[in-house]
């Protein structure tokens, strides 16, 4: 099984920037579909955005799209959330998770990571 660790979360004013890490453990990151989800206090968990392992197939949620890239590095089985532009109403807990991922919508598939905060405040 594997097992993910997110981190990279932090306090950061409007404007800034963020990567996140998703780290893989116990096997290969290079066998999976990732997903980043967030989930903000009295909100929904939703999901942001996905990579899949087999056709490259990446998502991203409207309100983050331009602004959010997710990528890959196989050598360190390690799975990337840049977040530029980082607006308040990113503020959120982000998990990264197993997931599938289409081209038009992502869910998450049973294993996550714990959660790191993002705050976006001036």
């Known amino acids: 099984d594997v097992q993910l660790q997110a981190s990279g979360g932090g306090l950061v004013q409007p404007g800034a920037s963020l990567r996140l890490s998703c780290a893989a453990s116990?096997?290969?990151?290079?066998?999976?579909?990732i997903g980043w989800f967030r989930q903000a206090p009295g909100k929904e968990r939703e999901g942001v955005s996905c990579?899949?392992?087999?056709?490259?197939?990446?998502y991203y949620e409207d309100s983050v799209k331009g602004r959010f890239t997710i990528s890959r590095d196989k050598a360190k089985s390690t799975v990337y959330l840049q977040m530029n532009d980082l607006k308040p109403d990113d503020s959120a807990v982000y998990y990264c998770?197993?997931?599938?991922?289409?081209?038009?919508?992502?869910?998450?598939?049973?294993?996550w990571g714990q959660g790191t905060q993002v705050t976006v405040s001036s």
């Open positions: 990579s899949s392992y087999s056709d490259g197939t990446t």
């Open positions: 116990g096997d290969t990151i290079d066998d999976y579909t």
């Open positions: 998770a197993t997931a599938f991922c289409t081209f038009n919508g992502m869910g998450p598939r049973g294993y």
